[in-house]
């Protein structure tokens, strides 16, 4: 069994900036790609960011390219998901995803984190 645990969500303002974890256990983490979504209220659950197992291919939702950075730390079995320049329309409640190959689709992953609460106040 795969446990993911996120943590750095939180309230910032416009412009700021947070750093959201996932820390991984149950699995070998290094084998595994991995990915961030994320929801509002009413709407489909979105893909944020990838990356493969290896850590040498990334992919990015067009409205967060150049704003957030995804990474992993294999010692410490996390991902990371640094968000500079937060925007309103960033608020959503952010997940860690974990499956075999990148994906943008929710079906490409087989483990689910419970969520952090990122909140972006005008």
């Known amino acids: 069994q795969v446990q993911l645990v996120e943590s750095g969500g939180g309230l910032v303002q416009a412009g700021g900036s947070l750093t959201l974890s996932c820390a991984a256990s149950?699995?070998?983490?290094?084998?595994?790609?991995m990915g961030w979504f994320r929801q509002v209220p009413g709407k489909e659950r979105e893909f944020v960011a990838g990356?493969?197992?290896?850590?040498?291919?990334?992919d990015y939702e067009d409205s967060v390219k150049g704003r957030f950075t995804i990474s992993r730390e294999y010692v410490k079995n996390t991902m990371y998901l640094q968000m500079n320049s937060l925007k309103p329309e960033d608020t959503a409640v952010y997940y860690c995803?974990?499956?075999?190959?990148?994906?943008?689709?929710?079906?490409?992953?087989?483990?689910w984190g419970q969520g952090t609460q990122v909140t972006v106040s005008s």
């Open positions: 995803a974990l499956g075999n190959d990148i994906s943008r689709y929710q079906s490409g992953y087989d483990y």
């Open positions: 149950g699995r070998t983490f290094k084998l595994y790609s």
């Open positions: 990356i493969t197992w290896n850590g040498v291919m990334t």
